[in-house]
């Protein structure tokens, strides 16, 4: 009897894991939010939840944003297995796991009260904080654009590629550009992200076998 492209538990995971781990930081990011006050989801940065001093920094860091970039690296090695090995994939594969890394070690330093330095000035773990996310986001843009042109077979995700390059370009640019509305610009960025995640998912469960 012949297996359908979804019957092993390794295809289910490369649905799963990208899901799971947006529905992580959101629910994580959303819970935490309602429990503080005069947080923003439109001006602050979600990092301000775990800020020097915030009341749930912590569980914010550790059990909220540390736990959401584990489970993308566990969806990265099981695409790993499903991709060519290639220069190019391995490029981006790695690209991608420093865009995690980045993010995990943002989450390990804390940026300071309320994510803009304050009246004194910014410290160094700060500025080390603003430094990894700033370039963690190009990577993850750049990381799934090579990595989709790696795919065998045509698809409509290489078509997308460069328009889908420019899309999440364009929200991280917001995020400079639009300052008080840096929270939602960020948001819609990672949402751009984990979409493209979820559709590389979907496509090496059904289309590529290990």
Same mark, same amino acid.
């Given at each position: ?26 629910i994580g990011v959303g ?38 970039? #584990? ?30 890394? #980045? ?5 390990g330093l ?101």
């Open positions: 009897m012949r297996s359908g492209p979804l019957r092993d538990t390794a295809s289910w995971a490369l649905i799963a894991l990208p899901v799971i781990s947006g529905l992580w930081l959101a819970v935490l939010a309602a429990l503080s006050p005069g947080y923003s989801h439109v001006s602050h940065f979600m990092s301000v939840l775990g800020a020097a001093g915030a009341p749930y920094a912590a569980w914010t860091n550790y059990a909220v944003f540390i736990p959401t970039e #584990l489970w993308v690296l566990v969806f990265l090695a099981l695409l790993n297995a499903r991709l060519p090995d290639r220069r190019l994939t391995r490029v981006s594969l790695i690209l991608l796991a420093t865009y995690a890394g #980045l993010l995990m070690l943002a989450a804390p940026c300071d009260a309320g994510c803009n330095g304050g009246d004194d000035g910014q410290s160094t773990v700060h500025i080390a904080h603003m430094i990894a996310a700033a370039v963690a986001y190009p990577l993850a843009l750049i990381g799934v654009f090579l990595l989709v042109l790696t795919l065998p077979k045509p698809s409509l995700l290489r078509r997308l590629a460069l328009p889908s390059l420019a899309v999440g370009g364009g929200l991280f640019g917001a995020i400079i550009a639009v300052p008080e509305a840096q929270g939602l610009f960020q948001r819609l960025l990672e949402a751009w992200i984990y979409a493209q995640f979820i559709a590389l998912g979907v496509h090496a469960a059904l289309c590529l076998r290990p």
